[in-house]
């Protein structure tokens, strides 16, 4: 990867348990997989503690949270827009806070950059019942997949 580093922005709202949950597969993803990379929790204006929840995490990586007043002319593209904006990454990875990075999400980018542009994705419907009763892990995750 010649040191190239990776923002992982996280655009949320009211999302406070799948949130510590998706950070706890990025901590997966640190330990396992790659390292250079920050995550930016982009919130827009969430009022059931996500921030405050977020801030008493202990992450390996860079965790910047940003909050913005929820209302008009607000949603899920400003938060998009402010984490780009703060992102300090080579590249930049936008996923809604719902959205949890499974045992080959960065692989097949990383073999991809920095020759080429790409934007590739997947989508997979959770059983997050299911979800929240197991930590992360790759292999499990498999089982929450109620639909490709």
Request: aromatic share 12%; net charge negative; hydrophobic share 35%.
């Amino acid at each position: 990867m010649n040191n190239l580093t990776i923002s992982v922005i996280l655009t949320s709202y009211n999302q406070r348990e799948i949130l510590i949950r998706n950070i706890e597969a990025w901590i997966w993803v640190y330990e396992n997989q790659f390292k250079d990379f920050e995550i930016i929790v982009a919130d827009d204006g969430s009022d059931d503690g996500t921030i405050e929840a977020l801030e008493k995490l202990d992450t390996p990586f860079e965790l910047k949270l940003h909050t913005h007043p929820h209302g008009k002319d607000r949603g899920c593209a400003k938060s998009k827009n402010i984490g780009i904006d703060i992102a300090d990454g080579d590249y930049i990875f936008v996923f809604d806070g719902d959205t949890l990075p499974g045992k080959d999400t960065l692989p097949p980018f990383l073999k991809l950059l920095p020759t080429e542009d790409c934007l590739m994705g997947l989508r997979y419907r959770f059983d997050f019942d299911k979800f929240k009763l197991h930590p992360y892990s790759p292999s499990w995750i498999e089982e929450c997949i109620t639909r490709k």
